[in-house]
């Protein structure tokens, strides 16, 4: 079960409605994987058996605060998370370096981390994601190779994944591929690419 915050409704489609924060992701963490899992309720009541989840959570490999984003870490695994999803990752090189500080204070981390990889597929899809999207960062070169791709900037998406994975599967346990607005055929060939 992956258990997150989700962005602030102002910027979806219906900005008129309103935040619940009743409960945080590391304490909805804390419920499925303290209480849950041991067969019991939040109040401490018996739900009949235990329930089996495995919890992740998300985790930002580019924070523009690391020091934040370890406490928030270490906080979701105290409280049970087993694995993290990140957001769509175009500089691997500065990730990996998020995770080397974080083995460097606390060893290395003891839950696997999936790499999200989201292929581009024209100038306009990869600027917004750069200007609008909270914690997806595109590098200008990356940028720049859509763009000077033209009509083939769908297949130069799929390439510029297809190295991102290169790099990735060196120090990440895995990747998961977000296709966007029903591109799955260039997942599909992403996946055709790296087996």
Same mark, same amino acid.
Not at 41 to 69: K, M, W, Y
Not at 71 to 92: C, D, E, H, M, S
Not at 101 to 109: E, N, S, T
Not at 173 to 181: N, S, T, V
């Given at each position: 079960?992956?258990?997150?915050?989700?962005? #602030?409704?102002?910027?979806?489609?219906?900005?008129?409605?309103?935040?619940?924060?009743?409960?945080? @992701?590391?304490?909805?963490?804390?419920?499925?994987?303290?209480? &849950?899992?041991?067969? +019991?309720? *939040?109040?401490?009541?018996?739900?009949?058996?235990?329930?089996?989840?495995? +919890?992740?959570?998300?985790?930002?490999?580019? #924070?523009?605060?690391?020091?934040?984003?370890?406490?928030?870490?270490?906080?979701?695994? %105290?409280?049970?998370?087993?694995?993290?999803?990140?957001? #769509? +990752?175009?500089?691997?090189? $500065?990730? !990996?370096?998020?995770?080397?500080?974080?083995? $460097?204070? &606390?060893?290395?981390?003891?839950?696997?981390?999936?790499?999200?990889?989201? @292929?581009?597929?024209?100038?306009? *899809?990869?600027?917004?994601? *750069?200007?609008?999207?909270?914690?997806? +960062?595109?590098?200008?070169?990356?940028?720049?190779?859509?763009?000077?791709?033209?009509?083939?900037?769908?297949?130069?998406?799929?390439?510029?994944?297809?190295?991102?994975?290169?790099?990735? $599967?060196?120090?990440?346990?895995?990747?998961?591929?977000? #296709?966007?607005?029903? !591109?799955?055929?260039? %997942?599909?060939?992403?996946?055709?690419?790296?087996?």
């Amino acid at each position: 079960m992956f258990v997150v915050m989700g962005d #602030p409704t102002a910027i979806g489609d219906y900005p008129e409605a309103m935040d619940n924060y009743d409960l945080a @992701p590391s304490g909805l963490m804390q419920l499925i994987a303290q209480r &849950f899992n041991q067969g +019991v309720d *939040h109040a401490g009541s018996d739900i009949g058996q235990p329930t089996r989840f495995f +919890v992740g959570c998300a985790l930002n490999l580019l #924070p523009p605060d690391p020091e934040r984003e370890i406490k928030l870490l270490r906080r979701k695994i %105290a409280n049970g998370a087993n694995f993290a999803l990140t957001q #769509p +990752v175009y500089q691997p090189e $500065k990730a !990996r370096e998020f995770l080397d500080l974080y083995a $460097k204070q &606390f060893g290395d981390l003891e839950m696997p981390v999936l790499v999200g990889i989201l @292929p581009l597929y024209s100038v306009r *899809h990869a600027a917004f994601l *750069h200007n609008e999207v909270p914690g997806i +960062v595109i590098p200008e070169e990356i940028r720049a190779r859509i763009a000077e791709a033209g009509e083939g900037a769908p297949q130069e998406g799929v390439r510029i994944a297809v190295e991102l994975v290169q790099q990735i $599967k060196t120090w990440g346990q895995g990747i998961y591929l977000m #296709p966007a607005f029903g !591109r799955y055929d260039l %997942a599909a060939e992403i996946v055709e690419a790296i087996r």
